[in-house]
């Protein structure tokens, strides 16, 4: 055992112990899946990008070490309802990473404020 897993046992609960761990298997599914988009440069569109950048963004991640003295039970994040919420969450700060970067690019090609 890792000394980082050592220390995360001490203060997180077993749910949020596994919940890290689906976290981080599924976060580096992802990144491989975006790196083999790219090598084939293939380009997602919206419906395909969303679901796959909720999962290499990291927040995920964030979001489980905020979990770790919660004690949540597994249960309440495979709710609908939950899940709705956290992609909800995930899909704003995507969009606060990308809409930056965009706006110039569509303001400079724009006769609009």
């Known amino acids: 055992m ?3 897993w050592k220390s995360i ?7 949020a112990r596994h919940r890290l761990v689906k ?12 790196v083999q988009d790219r090598a084939l440069e293939y380009v ?6 969303l679901p796959l ?4 963004l990291g927040a995920k991640l964030a ?9 949540i039970p597994n249960e ?3 709710e609908p309802i939950i899940q709705r919420l ?18 110039p690019l569509f303001l400079a090609h724009s006769i609009f404020n």
Do not use: G
């Not at 976290?23 to 975006?34: D, L, R, Y």
């Not at 979001?63 to 004690?71: I, K, P, R, T």
């Not at 909800?88 to 990473?97: K, R, T």
């Open 2 to 4: 890792t000394i980082v």
């Open 9 to 15: 046992s001490k203060v997180a609960s077993v749910a």
């Open 23 to 34: 976290n981080v298997k599924s976060c580096m599914t992802a990144i491989v899946q975006e």
């Open 44 to 49: 997602r569109d919206i419906d395909e990008y």
């Open 53 to 56: 950048r909720r999962e290499t």
């Open 63 to 71: 979001f489980s070490v905020l979990e770790f003295q919660l004690n």
């Open 76 to 78: 309440v994040f495979e």
């Open 86 to 103: 956290t992609n909800a969450c995930l899909d704003l700060i995507i969009l606060s990473n990308v809409i930056p970067v965009v706006s």
